[in-house]
């Protein structure tokens, strides 16, 4: 059984940054890939950002990229999702997801269907003046 519990949400002004992370209950990394997704008020989940964690390789929305980026720190079990330059449109519920890792190919398909085995419980990033 994978757990994923995420934190460093908060409340930022437009133009900030957090960086939030995502921790595992153990050390799944050789094995699951990890999705970030967030649900913001009023819609669906979106995933926007992907780490297929053995071929090193990252994707991102293109509403988040050149913002967010990937980080990993693989002794602590943790990967990280650094979100730069926030809108008032990236306001949300942030979740990290794992899944056993098969092609980069599945992740993205995976990531735009929002099916991953295990999810964490999300934080919430709020942008607002």
């Known amino acids: 059984q994978v757990q994923l519990a995420e934190s460093g949400g908060g409340s930022v002004q437009p133009g900030g940054s957090l960086n939030v992370s995502c921790e595992a209950s153990?050390?799944?990394?050789?094995?699951?890939?990890i999705g970030w997704f967030r649900r913001a008020p009023g819609k669906e989940r979106e995933g926007v950002a992907a780490?297929?964690?053995?071929?090193?390789?990252?994707y991102y929305d293109d509403s988040v990229k050149g913002r967010f980026t990937i980080s990993k720190d693989y002794a602590k079990n943790t990967v990280f999702l650094l979100m730069n330059s926030l809108k008032p449109e990236d306001t949300g519920l942030y979740y990290c997801?794992?899944?056993?890792?098969?092609?980069?190919?599945?992740?993205?398909?995976?990531?735009?269907?929002?099916?991953?085995?295990?999810w964490g419980q999300g934080t919430q990033v709020t942008v607002s003046s």
């Open positions: 997801a794992a899944h056993r890792c098969t092609t980069y190919t599945d992740l993205l398909r995976r990531l735009k269907v929002a099916s991953f085995a295990y």
């Open positions: 153990g050390p799944i990394f050789s094995t699951y890939c």
């Open positions: 780490l297929h964690t053995i071929e090193d390789s990252t």
